[in-house]
């Protein structure tokens, strides 16, 4: 019975749901933290006799076992989702996750960066890639120290400004950068198309500067490289002009955080967060920052409502004089 459910929930989600295979395999590995405990316990029933209390034991097992109570919210997310599932398909008469209750989690603000933070990050692309600055002119060339002869290092350099550009213009999630393409940017109104979680589109505004950066590297250097078959489409390259992955960016990103003395735990995400929260400390109405987010609930917006205060009570402390006697 566990196998068919699982393979069945599996199709539900991609199908149904349109969720992405990274999703669909953690919910899949949620709902068979279950079924070990299950068996561990003595218990080896099907999905349609699991009770409340065994869905409370499971909890109670993996956190003797050391998993973070984040972590316990998530499994317990998946498999109550699992069991909508069943509940929906028939093939059980209850729910028994209904009232399983999560552990309460401290709901921590992400890091996010100043905008003089943005604009250090992206000055060290052209240091990134081997340059180095001249101290007569100003001009980046080549470090000879370096031993290294980098291909088209030049569209390393406007690829990598015109993408942390991007990201933090537009608030992209890595995935949605990645994945952006030629098709999908509409300059000329102002906007690009953006394919986010559950294959979700949205319009995104993008500014003049942003756009200017795209143009540069893709009139200048992106048209010089062999495009690999079928990546004809995507924006972002390699040198070996093919997509770029998540984890490349991710170590771009921490790369130029490094070389900006940047000790903030930074990752491509960080951009988004950046985003959001410099609309929301400009006075952006939240239902607008989550439209440009793609967040299904205006709930996973709020988090930016709480940075804004901590910014507030910041700037009181800092200059109103009753928080100075």
């Known amino acids: 019975m566990w196998e068919a459910s699982i393979n069945g929930f599996k199709i539900h989600l991609r199908m149904e749901r349109s969720l992405s295979a990274h999703t669909i395999e953690a919910?899949?590995?949620?709902?068979?933290?279950?079924?070990?405990?299950?068996?561990?316990?003595?218990?080896?029933?099907?999905?349609?006799?699991?009770?409340?209390?065994?869905?409370?034991?499971?909890?109670?097992?993996?956190a003797e076992l050391g998993m973070t109570a984040s972590s316990q919210a998530?499994?317990?997310s998946g498999i109550r989702?699992?069991?909508?599932?069943?509940?929906?398909?028939?093939?059980?008469?209850?729910?028994?996750?209904?009232?399983?209750?999560?552990?309460?989690?401290p709901r921590k603000l992400p890091d996010f960066l100043s905008v003089q933070e943005i604009d250090a990050m992206i000055a060290m692309v052209p240091e990134h890639v081997g340059y180095k600055k001249d101290p007569k002119t100003g001009e980046y060339k080549l470090d000879p120290g370096t031993g290294q002869k980098i291909p088209n290092d030049g569209?390393?350099?406007?690829?990598?400004?015109?993408?942390?550009?991007?990201?933090?213009?537009c608030g992209l999630r890595v995935s949605e950068a990645v994945g952006l393409r030629l098709s999908q940017l509409y300059f000329q109104e102002g906007f690009i198309r953006v394919t986010g979680k559950g294959d979700k589109e949205?319009?995104?505004?993008?500014?003049?500067?942003?756009?200017?950066?795209?143009?540069i590297y893709r009139k200048d250097f992106r048209s010089r490289i062999d495009?690999?078959?079928?990546?004809?489409?995507?924006?972002?390259?390699?040198?070996?002009?093919?997509?770029?992955?998540?984890?490349?960016?991710?170590?771009?990103?921490?790369?130029?955080?490094?070389?900006?003395?940047?000790?903030?735990?930074?990752?491509?995400?960080?951009?988004?967060?950046?985003?959001?929260?410099?609309?929301?400390?400009?006075?952006?109405?939240?239902?607008?920052?989550?439209?440009?987010?793609?967040?299904?609930?205006?709930?996973?917006?709020?988090?930016?409502?709480?940075?804004?205060?901590?910014?507030?009570?910041?700037?009181?402390?800092?200059?109103?004089?009753?928080?100075?006697?």
Not at 32 to 54: D, F, H
Not at 295 to 321: A, C, G, K, W
């Open 155 to 169: 569209h390393l350099v406007q690829r990598n400004i015109a993408l942390l550009e991007t990201m933090y213009a």
């Open 202 to 215: 949205r319009l995104i505004p993008i500014g003049d500067s942003t756009v200017e950066h795209i143009n």
């Open 74 to 76: 998530r499994m317990i």
């Open 81 to 105: 989702t699992f069991f909508r599932y069943l509940l929906l398909e028939d093939m059980i008469l209850h729910d028994p996750s209904q009232l399983l209750e999560a552990p309460k989690t």
């Open 227 to 325: 495009i690999a078959r079928g990546h004809e489409d995507i924006l972002f390259l390699n040198r070996r002009g093919k997509g770029l992955t998540r984890v490349m960016v991710f170590l771009i990103i921490k790369e130029l955080a490094a070389l900006a003395n940047i000790k903030k735990n930074i990752s491509p995400h960080t951009f988004r967060h950046s985003f959001a929260t410099h609309l929301v400390e400009a006075g952006a109405d939240l239902v607008s920052v989550q439209e440009m987010l793609g967040h299904e609930s205006i709930t996973t917006t709020e988090i930016y409502t709480h940075l804004n205060r901590e910014y507030l009570r910041d700037m009181l402390v800092q200059f109103h004089p009753a928080f100075n006697r």
């Open 27 to 62: 919910y899949e590995r949620d709902v068979k933290i279950l079924t070990r405990y299950l068996l561990q316990a003595g218990k080896p029933v099907g999905p349609e006799a699991v009770s409340l209390e065994e869905l409370e034991g499971c909890v109670r097992w993996v």
